[in-house]
């Protein structure tokens, strides 16, 4: 599965690592997905949310009912 947030879009980012002398190799910085429960079109789905859309109450998650007795 790609590391893609579902509500975002935020994606890998691509870079160099610089030395003190100045040689570049490349370097990948991932974004903090979680897989997360949610709310996918009324039904109750894992998705990857990255943390941000977590903390700003984008991920709309499912209410937890317990049946009575």
Do not use: E
């Not at 890998?12 to 002398?21: A, E, K, Q, T």
Request: aromatic residues 2%; hydrophobic residues 30%.
């Amino acid at each position: 599965m790609a590391k893609v947030c579902s509500i975002c879009g935020k994606r890998p980012l691509v870079g160099n690592n610089v030395s003190h002398s100045h040689r570049k190799t490349k370097k990948r910085s991932l974004p903090n997905l979680q897989r997360v429960k949610a709310l996918v079109d009324g039904k109750p789905k894992y998705i990857k949310v990255c943390t941000k859309c977590i903390k700003k109450g984008k991920v709309v998650k499912p209410s937890i009912s317990k049946p009575t007795v």
